[in-house]
């Protein structure tokens, strides 16, 4: 089945500082990726739709210049987390679709910034 | 934002029983994809159910949708210790596969 890997699995930063976290889909290629945030106990939030070779979609309430979100090519999508605060301590979970309706995800990202 | 929501939040059941979760949605959808997720790791997918189709069966585990109602239920049947989870419910509501994810249900089973 497509795989879809996340790296790092885990990053603690300082405040105030950017952390960049890549999404990359290893055996097909995607034109569309998915960038969601969970917090604990939570359900997945849809923080953006990241489309290669184009801007970002950010859904409401998501801050695009806080999270910057670059597809550069077919099999990769980054989320930066710019100027990271204690409240952006999350889960980021990415997904990557094919031609078909299903989505892959990723074993998601937890970050703690302290 | 959030599609809809999930009931039970929780549930603890015995090894053996069978376990029901809801899901409601509010919008118009292409299809419904059931997901599990254990603590702190990613999702798995389990099922997906088109609009057009009312119930799936995939091993132990049986989707029903109810598109006038805008619901869905996943039963498992003769549920194990290892199906512990949390369970969601996602809508593709068309365009781009968008997801987008319901509560979930925190499942428990004991031995």
């Known amino acids: 089945g497509a795989v879809v890997s996340q790296h790092p699995s885990w990053v603690i930063c300082k405040s105030g500082t950017s952390v960049k976290i890549e999404c990359r889909s290893l055996d097909f290629q995607a034109t569309t990726m998915f960038w969601y945030r969970q917090f604990p106990k939570q359900s997945l939030m849809l923080m953006a739709t990241s489309n290669e070779g184009s801007k970002a979609t950010y859904e409401q309430g998501v801050e695009k210049d806080k999270f910057l979100i670059n597809h550069a090519s077919l099999t990769l999508s980054t989320l930066t987390v710019t100027s990271a605060h204690p409240e952006d301590s999350s889960f980021y979970i990415c997904?990557?679709?094919?031609?078909?309706?299903?989505?892959?995800f990723g074993p998601g990202t937890r970050l703690t910034v302290t | 934002s959030q599609q809809g929501e999930e009931d039970p939040q929780a549930l603890s059941i015995q090894e053996g029983e069978n376990a029901t979760m809801n899901c409601s949605y509010k919008t118009s959808i292409n299809n419904l994809q059931w997901y599990r997720q254990n603590s702190g790791r990613g999702l798995v997918h389990l099922i997906l159910?088109?609009?057009?189709?009312r119930e799936k069966h995939s091993g132990r585990l049986r989707v029903t949708l109810d598109t006038s109602k805008k619901s869905s239920s996943l039963l498992i049947t003769a549920s194990r210790a290892a199906d512990t989870a949390s369970y969601f419910c996602?809508?593709?509501?068309?365009?781009?596969?968008?997801?987008?994810f319901g509560a979930g249900t925190r499942l428990a089973v004991h031995p």
């Open positions: 996602a809508t593709d509501t068309g365009g781009y596969n968008k997801l987008i």
């Open positions: 997904s990557a679709g094919d031609k078909s309706y299903e989505q892959y």
């Open positions: 159910i088109r609009s057009n189709e």
